[in-house]
Structure formats: C-alpha cells, structure tokens
C-alpha cells in the first residue's frame, strides 16, 4: 500500500466527525443517505454528498504522486472496516488493502470449516493483517499478512497464482521442488472444483471471520474463543510477552469483601502464589493475582467452590481488569475423571422448565433438534446459568455473528440475499420461542467427561422429564481429553505408568 493509516484507532476523531455509527454504516445505508441529501440539497455541496473519501498520496512504485480511497463501512457477519484503495495514474499501479477499524477484541477467535459441497467456496471471509488461514488437509498455512476482503474462492486463486508463478523457472533449476508444488497445485484445483476440504482461520486480535451458513449442521462450522498467550499480547503490543508476570500479592490488599481470601494471606500460607497446598473450603471466595488475557497487565481472579446439590463440587471463577475493563467467568468441575461420558435429555414443556439450574462443561457438546441448534464443545466454555439464561446467550452471541450488533431490524447488511435473510429470521424466531417457552423442545448435552448438570425438580427421586445415560468414550474423545497418555499410578521402577 503506498499511504499508512495513522497508527492512532479512527475512533479519536468521532468528536469532530460525528458519532461512530454515523461513520461506520453499510454501503446500502449510506447510499441511501446520500439520495436523500441530494433530493433536499439539490447536488449543491459535492462534499457533503462523497461517500469515499479521497487523499493525494506518493506512490512506492514510481515515486509519483497517487491517489488513496478510503471507504469507512460494516460488513454483514462482522464489525467496522476501512478499505482502502490505491491508484497511480502515472505507472498504473494500484493496489487494496482492508483494515479493522475495531479495537483488538478481548479474546483471540479461531474458526475451522469442514466443507463439503462447492457452493462453501462462496463463503466471505475477512483477514486481518494478524490472522493465520490454513488448508487443514494440506498443511498449507497463509502467514499474518496484509488484510483483504474476500471468499474461499478468492483465497484460493490467489495462493494457486502465486504456487504458478514460479513454476517454469523451478521445472528448470529444482525440478524435485517443482514436483511437490505440483501437486500441491493440484490438489487445491480439485479443491476449488469440488469444494471439499477442511479450512482455519486463527486471530488473536479477534478481528477476522468467515461467514456462517444456515445449512451447517454438526461440526461442520466451528468458532472457539480462546485467551491469547503473554506471545500473543507482546506482538500485538499489549504488556510484555510475560516477562512482566502478575503482580506481586502485596499489590492486592484491597480486598475487603467479608469471607474472602485475598492472595496475600495465602502467600502467608504457601511459598510463592502457589495454591497446591491450601486448603479450599466450600463457599470461601480466593482472590489470586493474574495476568489479564485481554491487555496483559495484572488482574485479579476470584475463585470460589460451590457444591451442587445431587451432584458435585464446581468451581467458579472470574477475572477483574481495571485497566482495561476485561471481565469474564468459567466453571469447572471438581473431582477424578469418571470412567464413562453422560448424556442428559431434558424435555422442556412448560415455562417453569426455563428456571431449571443447567451446568455446560467446556467438553459439553449440546444439542436442541427442534431450533436446529448444535453447540460443540469449546465454543462457549462452562457456563452455570438457567436454561432461559443459556439459550439467550446461544441466541444473543449468534445474532452478533449473523447481524450488525447495531442492526435492530435484522437486516444484516445491504449484502446479504434474500433468502439467506429469511432463514436467518426464521430460525431466530424459533430460538426466541422456545426462550419464551412458546414450544416444546429436547435439550441432548453430551459430555465425555460427565461434568454437565440440570437441575431435577423432584430430586432425590427420578425426574420424569429429564433423562441420564452413561456411554463408553470413543477412542477420539479419549485421545482429544488427553485420557490415552494419562499416567496416574507409580509403578514399582518409580515411574508413572497409566492405571
């Protein structure tokens, strides 16, 4: 690119320019804008009805001066963009570049497509100058680079243009290379025809996306959150890359919540911030020193055990930035590993039902048949709600990814089809009655680890609305939990051998 945005976020100049949904609209909205600007104005002020702005910029290529465009848009599925265009009426050169306008998200985002039919290639993608795409199948891998708005076809050509190019020249001087790229070049044209392989794309910043599709079902589409590593934080200039760890416990004495053990007089305790000898007890609130996975700097996590009645010890925690405002909780289950997954139906039939206490583990895959909903583990990590409280999170965190988070009547952007529209709406719809318990529906949550819990109204005895069944793990799930490699027993040598 021949220009460089300001290093500065577009955000600080929303005080002079308007707000920042008046500058970051979709394309449709602001064309319609503007219609009604030159009905009213009559096409007097050519300004005020630009919608691409335009900047006098040097060209690298020539060293004469060019021109930039710059667009400020939404994009369906995603968030605020620039795109930027250069131009050189001198040597012809020209070249485009898109770049997140948003802020770095507060957890990195890793999507994963299993396709499997041609029309998947048509699926939008954006890449940021951070993400990493990969052809699974292939152990072919795109690194951080610069930005671009696209689809998997588009993805695709570029890397098969680029593999081409070179070809003559290697079948002459590294005809072993030329071989192996070959088939490399091969393999993404069958792939490009039959729209069959498996696809990553892998942002700490959390900026990028590829787009969903009603028609996935199972596995097929997969979106997991997950906190970005002290590495992660350092390249992207947020804290140190872990040199500088969590603060010393002497930092945290401001904590005065009756009942609660803050780290300092478990350092008194322990050597260090090590809790392996303390002893938790049930309903005592631990406060430890951590790192913030979102900027990196010191944090506080708030721990505390729950027992749960009819069936385990859980334990909630949650980490506290104030610095920049990063908040989130997990649960996770206490107690030895069983030796069989569980599953759990539960038929929900009538409003009361909604009020049930439900626990998802993070290995939890659940399922609701009726709204077409699939939730595969990782995707949400472990949540201890109600089943009102879950299935308006499921519902609230897929709007945001199918919808503009400011699109109120689900339109979902100038650039979303029709019909595509109309599915979307449709299976919303069904989400929201059955949050409203206007329908009877199954709940099936699957969990290897049998971590997952809903609440039994009849409790001790048999709830005749909810159903649990145990099952022997597949050897996959044993080998994804870490399970086939477990050494628990020491044997007779002194060393750790499986049970």
């Given at each position: 690119?021949?220009?460089?945005?300001?290093?500065?976020?577009?955000?600080?100049?929303?005080?002079h320019?308007?707000?920042?949904?008046?500058?970051?609209?979709?394309?449709?909205?602001?064309?319609?804008?503007?219609?009604?600007?030159?009905n009213?104005?009559?096409?007097?002020?050519?300004?005020?009805?630009?919608l691409?702005?335009?900047i006098?910029?040097?060209?690298?290529?020539?060293?004469e001066n060019?021109?930039?465009?710059?667009?400020?848009?939404?994009?369906?599925?995603?968030r605020?963009?620039?795109?930027?265009?250069?131009?050189?009426?001198?040597?012809?050169?020209?070249?485009t570049?898109?770049?997140?306008?948003?802020?770095?998200?507060?957890?990195?985002?890793?999507?994963?497509?299993?396709?499997?039919?041609?029309?998947?290639?048509?699926?939008?993608?954006?890449?940021?100058d951070?993400a990493?795409?990969?052809v699974?199948?292939?152990?072919?891998?795109?690194?951080?680079?610069?930005g671009?708005?696209?689809?998997v076809?588009?993805?695709?050509?570029?890397?098969?243009?680029?593999?081409?190019?070179?070809?003559?020249?290697?079948?002459?001087?590294?005809?072993?290379?030329?071989?192996?790229?070959n088939?490399?070049?091969?393999?993404?044209?069958?792939?490009?025809?039959?729209?069959?392989?498996?696809?990553?794309?892998?942002?700490?910043?959390?900026?990028?996306s590829?787009?969903?599709?009603?028609?996935?079902?199972?596995?097929?589409?997969?979106?997991?959150?997950?906190?970005?590593?002290?590495?992660?934080?350092?390249a992207?200039?947020?804290?140190?890359?872990?040199?500088?760890?969590?603060?010393?416990p002497?930092?945290?004495?401001?904590?005065t919540?009756?009942?609660?053990?803050?780290?300092?007089?478990?350092?008194?305790?322990?050597e260090?911030?090590?809790?392996?000898?303390?002893n938790?007890?049930d309903?005592?609130?631990?406060?430890?020193?951590?790192?913030?996975?979102?900027?990196?700097?010191?944090?506080?996590?708030?721990?505390?055990?729950?027992?749960?009645?009819?069936?385990k010890?859980?334990?909630?925690?949650?980490?506290?930035?104030?610095?920049?405002?990063?908040?989130?909780?997990?649960?996770?289950?206490g107690?030895e590993?069983?030796?069989?997954?569980?599953?759990?139906?539960?038929?929900?039939?009538?409003?009361?039902?909604?009020r049930?206490?439900?626990?998802?583990?993070?290995?939890?895959?659940?399922?609701?048949?009726?709204c077409?909903?699939e939730?595969?583990?990782?995707?949400?990590?472990?949540?201890?709600?109600t089943?009102?409280?879950?299935?308006?999170?499921?519902?609230?965190?897929?709007?945001?990814?199918?919808f503009?988070?400011?699109?109120?009547?689900?339109?979902g952007?100038?650039?979303?089809p029709?019909e595509?529209?109309?599915?979307?709406?449709?299976?919303?719809?069904?989400?929201?009655?059955?949050?409203?318990?206007?329908?009877?529906y199954?709940?099936?949550?699957?969990d290897?680890?049998?971590?997952?819990?809903v609440?039994?109204?009849?409790?001790?005895?048999?709830?005749?609305?909810?159903?649990?069944?145990?099952?022997?793990?597949?050897?996959?799930?044993?080998?994804?939990?870490?399970?086939?490699?477990?050494?628990?027993?020491?044997?007779?040598?002194?060393?750790?051998?499986?049970?």
């Open positions: 690119m021949a220009t460089h945005w300001p290093a500065s976020r577009p955000e600080h100049s929303l005080e320019s308007g707000s920042r949904s008046e500058l970051f609209s979709p394309v449709g909205s602001q064309v319609i804008s503007i219609d009604h600007l030159s009213e104005t009559g096409g007097e002020n050519e300004n005020e009805l630009k691409v702005e335009e006098e910029s040097l060209c690298m290529n020539c060293e060019g021109v930039t465009r710059l667009l400020l848009t939404k994009i369906p599925y995603f605020e963009v620039i795109l930027m265009s250069f131009f050189c009426d001198k040597c012809h050169f020209k070249n570049e898109i770049q997140s306008a948003g802020e770095i998200q507060e957890q990195g985002v890793k999507y994963v497509v299993k396709m499997d039919r041609p029309e998947d290639m048509e699926r939008q993608i954006v890449k940021s951070t990493v795409f990969r699974e199948n292939l152990d072919l891998e795109i690194p951080p680079g610069r671009k708005l696209t689809n076809e588009g993805v695709f050509s570029e890397i098969l243009g680029d593999l081409k190019k070179d070809q003559p020249q290697r079948r002459e001087e590294q005809p072993d290379i030329y071989e192996k790229i088939a490399i070049i091969r393999s993404l044209e069958n792939i490009s025809t039959n729209g069959k392989a498996e696809i990553s794309l892998n942002d700490p910043t959390g900026n990028s590829i787009e969903p599709s009603p028609q996935d079902e199972g596995s097929k589409y997969t979106r997991i959150e997950y906190q970005r590593t002290p590495e992660d934080n350092a992207l200039g947020l804290g140190d890359g872990g040199n500088g760890n969590a603060a010393e002497s930092n945290f004495h401001d904590s919540t009756t009942g609660t053990v803050v780290a300092t007089e478990i350092a008194g305790e322990v260090g911030d090590s809790m392996q000898d303390v938790i007890v309903g005592q609130m631990y406060s430890l020193p951590c790192q913030c996975p979102g900027c990196g700097k010191p944090a506080i996590m708030n721990m505390q055990m729950v027992r749960v009645p009819y069936f010890q859980v334990i909630i925690s949650a980490v506290v930035c104030t610095h920049c405002g990063y908040r989130t909780n997990d649960v996770k289950s107690g590993i069983p030796e069989k997954g569980q599953r759990i139906w539960l038929e929900v039939e009538k409003a009361e039902d909604l049930r206490d439900i626990l998802k583990s993070e290995t939890c895959m659940l399922k609701i048949p009726a077409k909903v939730v595969v583990p990782g995707t949400m990590g472990g949540r201890f709600t089943v009102e409280g879950l299935l308006t999170q499921i519902r609230d965190d897929l709007r945001g990814s199918i503009d988070t400011d699109d109120a009547k689900g339109s952007g100038d650039s979303m029709e595509r529209r109309k599915v979307w709406i449709e299976f919303f719809a069904g989400l929201d009655r059955a949050i409203l318990g206007e329908m009877k199954t709940i099936l949550m699957e290897p680890l049998a971590n997952s819990y609440q039994s109204f009849t409790a001790p005895d048999p709830d005749p609305q909810i159903k649990v069944e145990d099952y022997e793990r597949t050897a996959e799930e044993e080998d994804e939990l870490g399970l086939t490699d477990m050494r628990t027993r020491l044997g007779a040598d002194g060393e750790y051998v499986k049970e």
